[in-house]
């Protein structure tokens, strides 16, 4: 069926919320992209003129489709090499959708990602409907196709997982930055004190290379064992400027919501470091270093005026 201009406008009218949708399902703007586009392909092939209300069509075939693009992720992310981490969102990428409540903001921000990988796809679409974009049991009982109570039980146990692992404090953007000032001082200051000052107890410390760029294969727990990574991580070497492919520059951003570490080289990002804050100090440091997950935020960061670094040329 040939799309009429009307047609597509309004599909165009709702794909920012639809791309926000999915990435939340999926983690990977990429992927994300792809649902969209497919849904798209969907909406051309559909009997339009039918459809009674576009959104909740459109609604029900993304969910449908990142619900099956979930189950085959998840075996693929059993071969994985090394850690598995979401594709991290800078500052200003339309993306990162809602922000206006508390719910939202924390449905998007990197800690509650990771966490979402546990659950199980319909947790998962549940927890994202309702939690990010307030849809109604009723209307998500249409979309997946299960009944209202099913759907406020698989959000009540979605919700106890996500409490378990949700980011720990809420920061604005002045302060992320002060936080990424400190943290960064301490980690280039070649001291171990420092570091452990900054960290509660049990920070974490993950990256994902995905084979394509040095990362460790498992977490690096314990504020002790944390400090003493990130010392050496932020150590200069000429081995580390020939890895990078040029002497980088750190700036402090934010990215899904939180503070981050931007890495750049030549203007292209080839790091990102989000930082969660707890109430007694920096809980976990989440690295992505994975060139395939860093295109868009490349795209987003050359598209805008970060002044100066806070470092530059620290390796």
């Not at 200003?92 to 409540?101: E, I, Q, S, V």
Request: glycine letters at 6%; a negative charge; charged letters at 25%.
């Amino acid at each position: 069926m040939v799309l009429t201009v009307n047609d597509v406008e309004r599909f165009e009218a709702a794909r920012p919320r639809l791309e926000a949708i999915a990435y939340r399902m999926l983690g990977s703007a990429s992927e994300a992209e792809d649902a969209v586009q497919e849904t798209f392909l969907r909406w051309q092939a559909a009997d339009v003129e039918r459809v009674e209300v576009p959104e909740a069509w459109l609604t029900k075939v993304l969910t449908n489709l990142c619900l099956n693009q979930l189950t085959s992720a998840r075996a693929r992310r059993e071969t994985y090499v090394g850690q598995w981490l979401p594709e991290p969102l800078l500052a200003g990428d339309p993306m990162l959708g809602p922000a206006d409540t508390a719910e939202q903001r924390e449905s998007v921000s990197y800690a509650v990602l990771v966490v979402l990988e546990r659950l199980s796809p319909s947790e998962r679409s549940v927890y994202v409907l309702r939690e990010a974009f307030d849809y109604t049991h009723r209307e998500i009982a249409e979309i997946l196709d299960i009944s209202e109570a099913s759907s406020q039980q698989i959000l009540h146990r979605a919700r106890k997982h996500v409490a378990q692992g949700r980011a720990r404090a809420e920061v604005d953007e002045a302060a992320a930055r002060r936080i990424i000032d400190e943290f960064l001082a301490a980690a280039t200051s070649g001291r171990t004190e420092p570091l452990v000052r900054l960290l509660t107890e049990d920070a974490v410390v993950v990256g994902d290379g995905g084979g394509k760029v040095p990362a460790r294969a498992k977490a690096v727990e314990g504020a002790l064992a944390a400090a003493k990574f990130l010392r050496g991580l932020f150590k200069p070497s000429e081995a580390k400027r020939a890895l990078v492919g040029g002497s980088p520059e750190y700036y402090a951003a934010t990215a899904n919501g939180g503070p981050a570490l931007v890495v750049v080289v030549d203007g292209r990002v080839i790091g990102v470091m989000c930082v969660e804050v707890a109430e007694d100090g920096l809980a976990a440091f989440r690295s992505q270093v994975n060139p395939d997950k860093l295109e868009r935020a490349t795209r987003v960061w050359q598209a805008a005026d970060h002044g100066e670094p806070l470092v530059r040329e620290a390796f």
